[in-house]
């Protein structure tokens, strides 16, 4: 069909995936490599394998609703949704499961607006949200792993053991903010009672950590360059799907 965004035309998968077309093409590899090409029963897919990927990213890239987003690729509103739910899943990043013994991580919890109220909460920011905690590679910058979504509401401190991130990552030295007391994590020195000012070297360490935990935050604004991530729409887990891929997505693209 003529006048359709597809992933033939280079030009369109810079401008809907924030990928290079050989980051794509990647992508499109690992995909038929997991059989997301496979001959499926019932009715065939409208789309090749590269417009279906294509549409996905760009959904959560674009957050625009189905009815916006599918006749921008030739399909009907229910292929679209089709496409995505079984797409989205496949497209997740897969946590590191070994971590080499220098290796330094930083954790910490970021809020995604989710409408769907059986799995959000409302946080401090007073809307319906819901809890990721994202763990970053501090040397690479490399998101590693992501822990199940909780409820806004939830703390980090209680987030990170609860939403399987903390059991991810073993034993590996993880720094975090303040938030995250009696963790285990490394997290700021704090003064004593009755302690006017931190001694000097307590001081300068705290002035470091800040700089290097920074990375996370840093991630985070990446991340969040897709749109989906300030106002999810999709239900169940979809927000965890979507999480998942554009941490992938985010490391394809620091991956060059």
């Given at each position: 069909m003529a006048g359709v965004i597809t992933a033939s035309e280079p030009s369109w998968i810079a401008l809907f995936s924030g990928l290079s077309p050989r980051q794509f093409g990647k992508l499109v590899t690992v995909l038929r490599r997991q059989g997301a090409n496979a001959v499926r029963k019932g009715r065939p897919w409208s789309l090749p394998l590269e417009d279906r990927a294509l549409l996905v990213v760009a959904y959560w890239r674009t957050n625009l609703t189905m009815r916006q987003l599918a006749p921008l690729f030739g399909a009907s509103k229910s292929a679209a949704d089709r496409i995505i739910?079984?797409?989205?899943?496949?497209?997740?990043?897969?946590?590191?499961?070994?971590?080499?013994?220098?290796?330094?991580?930083?954790?910490?919890?970021?809020?995604?607006?989710?409408?769907?109220?059986?799995?959000?909460?409302?946080?401090?920011?007073y809307r319906y949200s819901t809890n990721h905690q994202v763990v970053i590679d501090a040397d690479t910058r490399l998101v590693v792993v992501v822990g199940r979504p909780?409820?806004?509401?939830?703390?980090?401190c209680k987030a990170w053991e609860e939403s399987g991130a903390k059991a991810a990552v073993g034993?590996?030295?993880?720094?975090?903010?303040?938030?995250?007391?009696?963790?285990g994590l490394v997290i700021p020195h704090r003064r004593q009672r009755g302690q006017s000012e931190l001694p000097a070297w307590k001081d300068d360490h705290n002035k470091s950590h800040k700089q290097i935990r920074a990375r996370v935050e840093h991630v985070f604004a990446r991340m969040k360059t897709w749109k989906i991530l300030r106002d999810c729409?999709?239900?169940?887990?979809?927000?965890?799907?979507?999480?998942?891929?554009?941490?992938?997505?985010?490391?394809?693209?620091?991956?060059?």
């Open positions: 739910d079984h797409l989205g899943p496949m497209l997740a990043l897969q946590p590191r499961k070994r971590f080499a013994k220098d290796t330094v991580l930083i954790v910490d919890g970021t809020l995604v607006p989710t409408r769907d109220h059986t799995i959000a909460e409302r946080s401090k920011n909780l409820a806004g509401n939830r703390n980090d034993n590996t030295v993880t720094i975090a903010d303040g938030g995250y007391p009696g963790t729409r999709l239900k169940g887990d979809g927000v965890h799907h979507a999480m998942l891929g554009i941490a992938r997505m985010h490391n394809l693209t620091l991956a060059g």
